[in-house]
């Protein structure tokens, strides 16, 4: 795998797999949050259903107390002749009762009237001497005028339920979940295979079964939101992952140029070009890595004239060895030899060589011995012919051709205004 795709990948790693990730997140918790707005509304929907009811049975008082004192009616609740209270009750509705009812201490139906859609009841006792009571139970609330108050209200749909009896429904055609869910908290229904979401409240009187309360909403209300919400998630990722690819296009070529034109200078180095350096840009790592690149051309090059310089020095002292051979290996040559290496060997401006018995051989030098230079090497020899005790032998050895003196001297330098000698 090429370093171009090796980036590519890790840019996907590291770029677009997170965004990804996160665009997942994101779609999970878009549905939760709308999910807990409108189960929120519906909630809130719930509670306010319930506040109209209580406000509708509390508006059914006057009616109560107003039946609840009616002597005939009494009378039948105290002969506990049922018949007698259900006609009772049939002539005490008018005017705005809708329904009442007439029900034992045991919650057994004693009598009825008016239309069974009632809902909201007030209830009340109706005190007679004897054994036998009563619970009236009234109200002066439809179920469907109820129902439809609470979605004009709350924006919810309605149901209305009590017992087994199906009382009123604000959805098209009247319809109702089936089968009909348990009173208690949040619940997804099916009606008519719509899914709704709603919740489902039971309101218990003092007689009577209870009346179950249900604030509903389809599911298409807020799932259009979420997909509308994904959809948006999904275009601002495509663009931020499309902005990635873009940008990691753009580094990897610009990290890809970088590294060839390294590779490019380093295969110059290679064939021996070192003239042309590494263009440098900016004040990165990249930079910094091309000047210690160019430093290092400009050394190498440096060492490589350096390596020629010393090959030709090496060919000329081969050429002066060849030389000194050709003329027979006399001494004035073998000595000449010597002092021009001794030169070049120290890089030298001038050298000489002097006999310490005359006739040995003839003096040499090499260069101009004038000026400042022709002083110093002056007194450098005349501190190598100081004559002194520990080295009187070893000059006397030399002047009698004897190889055996000891050889205890040193090298002697001399000094002056920006020169030197040995």
């Given at each position: 795998m090429s370093f171009r795709s090796r980036l590519r990948l890790f840019f996907a790693l590291i770029v677009i797999v997170p965004m990804v990730a996160l665009g997942i997140v994101l779609f999970a918790l878009t549905a939760r949050s709308e999910t807990g707005k409108a189960d929120a509304g519906i909630a809130a929907g719930a509670r306010a259903a319930v506040g109209v009811y209580r406000e509708e049975a509390e508006r059914a008082r006057p009616a109560l107390r107003r039946m609840v004192r009616d002597p005939d009616l009494r009378q039948a609740v105290a002969a506990g002749r049922r018949r007698v209270a259900g006609r009772r009750l049939r002539g005490l509705i008018v005017g705005v009762v809708v329904r009442a009812e007439l029900w034992s201490p045991s919650g057994v139906l004693l009598a009825r009237a008016g239309s069974r859609r009632g809902v909201a009841f007030a209830d009340g006792p109706i005190e007679v001497r004897g054994p036998r009571r009563g619970i009236l139970s009234v109200s002066v609330t439809g179920a469907t005028?109820?129902?439809?108050?609470?979605?004009?209200?709350?924006?919810?749909?309605?149901?209305?339920?009590?017992?087994?009896?199906?009382?009123?429904?604000?959805?098209?055609?009247?319809?109702?979940?089936?089968?009909?869910?348990?009173?208690?908290?949040?619940?997804?229904?099916?009606?008519?295979?719509?899914q709704y979401r709603g919740r489902f409240v039971p309101i218990d009187g003092a007689a009577g079964p209870p009346v179950r309360l249900a604030t509903i909403t389809p599911r298409a209300s807020f799932a259009q939101r979420i997909a509308s919400n994904r959809v948006v998630i999904v275009l601002v990722t495509t663009m931020f992952v499309l902005l990635a690819l873009i940008s990691g296009a753009v580094v990897s070529r610009a990290l890809t140029g970088q590294i060839g034109t390294f590779l490019e200078a380093a295969q110059r180095l290679s064939r021996g070009d070192f003239r042309k350096l590494v263009p440098l840009q900016?004040?990165?790592?990249?930079?910094?890595?091309?000047?210690?690149?160019?430093?290092?051309?400009?050394?190498?090059?440096?060492?490589?004239?350096?390596?020629?310089?010393?090959?030709?020095?090496?060919?000329?002292?081969?050429?002066?060895?060849?030389?000194?051979?050709?003329?027979?290996?006399?001494?004035?040559?073998?000595?000449?030899?010597?002092?021009?290496?001794?030169?070049?060997?120290?890089?030298?401006?001038?050298?000489?060589?002097?006999?310490?018995?005359?006739?040995?051989?003839?003096?040499?030098?090499?260069?101009?011995?004038?000026?400042?230079?022709?002083?110093?090497?002056e007194t450098a020899e005349r501190d190598v012919f100081v004559v002194r005790a520990d080295v009187g032998s070893e000059l006397l050895g030399a002047l009698e051709g004897d190889d055996r003196a000891g050889r205890t001297r040193r090298a002697v330098s001399a000094h002056g205004p920006g020169v030197h000698a040995v």
């Open positions: 005028d109820f129902a439809d108050r609470v979605k004009a209200l709350t924006g919810l749909d309605a149901l209305l339920l009590r017992g087994s009896d199906r009382l009123a429904s604000t959805l098209a055609g009247r319809r109702y979940p089936t089968p009909l869910p348990r009173s208690g908290g949040l619940t997804d229904v099916d009606v008519a295979g719509e900016g004040n990165d790592e990249f930079a910094d890595l091309g000047r210690e690149f160019n430093d290092m051309s400009l050394q190498l090059e440096e060492k490589m004239e350096e390596i020629e310089r010393k090959r030709q020095e090496l060919a000329e002292t081969i050429r002066r060895v060849g030389d000194a051979l050709a003329t027979g290996l006399d001494r004035d040559g073998v000595v000449a030899l010597a002092v021009r290496q001794a030169v070049d060997a120290c890089e030298a401006e001038i050298g000489r060589a002097l006999p310490l018995a005359h006739g040995a051989f003839s003096g040499c030098s090499v260069g101009e011995v004038a000026g400042d230079l022709k002083k110093v090497i």
